[in-house]
């Protein structure tokens, strides 16, 4: 296979977006017979009894497999049941998390994929705790893949996003896009935000819309798609 383009979808916090996101990405590259590959290699709040309902199941379903038990467990190894940052709920399993184990999947699934694309959904936010000090933006860093960064429309979010933003550049991580999921933040002026992230912004970043208006949503999806193609396609 010619190309194995890798990248992670991040996000400013938690309940930002991350997932859904995903799932538009993963549906418009299905929908263009582009062959793309999910995983989420952590996941927290995890429940045997109700398997479909999570984040990994989600995206096996938006890659038209069964979230079945060993599906799961394939694209997410670090399963933990409680809803916490992974590093505490994998302690409530007498378990942990070993960074080094985490990168070294990573790049084993990049290598044996049969996949064009790969997807890796974080946990949380950028500085979410892995294991003592490393946090996921030492694994975007380590693993040399590029990262879409979606942010949420509330109060607060453009400092946020410009923090994010900042640190990603201090660690020399590219950015492909700049996701501004609109959400239900119904009180807070969706254009007034998204205006003031671009206006603020001191790099040329890609800042691409999600309304929560479903018919603008494939066309939104169509770019934020084509940047990752592009962007690939430039650093071949």
Known sequence: MKYKNAFFVTG???GVGKTFISIKIIEYFHKKKIS????????SGFNKKNISDNDSSRLLIAA????TLENISYITPWLFK???APSVAAKYEKKYISYKA???WCHKRKKDSFYNYLL???????????EKRKTFIDLFKDLKFPIILVAGNYLGTISHTLSAIENLKNNNIEIINIVFNEGNYNKINYNENINLL????????QVRRFSKSK???ENQVSKIANDIIRYFKKMA
């Open 215 to 217: 018919k603008l949503h």
């Open 102 to 104: 985490l990168q070294k």
């Open 64 to 67: 038209n497999k069964k979230p």
């Open 198 to 205: 671009k206006n603020s912004l001191k790099d040329k970043i």
């Open 82 to 84: 409680k809803p916490l």
């Open 12 to 14: 400013t916090g938690t």
């Open 120 to 130: 890796f959904e974080g946990a949380g936010g950028l500085m979410v705790p892995i």
């Open 36 to 43: 793309i590959e999910a995983f989420k290699p952590i996941l």
